[in-house]
């Protein structure tokens, strides 16, 4: 559980985090310990926004209608 408590603290380091793996592991990691319910929860949530903001940069603003669509074509 601490790793999870690293991890979800990792967005307000001094240096963004690069590597996705760890948060990955992480996401699997804490839904195995505590339910499918655990990813709507804000630890899980923290650990996703690095994952986005890995992807899409740190400053990012989605419109999830419009990131759909892109992505389904």
């Known amino acids: 559980?601490?790793?999870?408590?690293e991890l979800s603290s990792a967005m307000f380091?001094?240096?963004f985090p690069c590597n996705p793996n760890p948060f990955l592991n992480g996401l699997k990691?804490?839904?195995k310990a505590?339910?499918?319910d655990w990813i709507k929860?804000?630890?899980a949530?923290?650990?996703?926004?690095?994952?986005i903001a890995q992807s899409?940069?740190?400053a990012f603003n989605i419109d999830s209608f419009t990131e759909?669509?892109?992505l389904n074509k």
Do not use: A, F, H, P
């Open 1 to 5: 559980m601490n790793e999870l408590n």
């Open 13 to 15: 380091n001094t240096s």
């Open 29 to 31: 990691e804490g839904i």
């Open 56 to 58: 899409y940069g740190q």
């Open 41 to 43: 929860s804000d630890q």
């Open 68 to 70: 759909y669509t892109n």
């Open 34 to 36: 505590n339910g499918m």
């Open 45 to 51: 949530k923290k650990i996703l926004y690095v994952l």
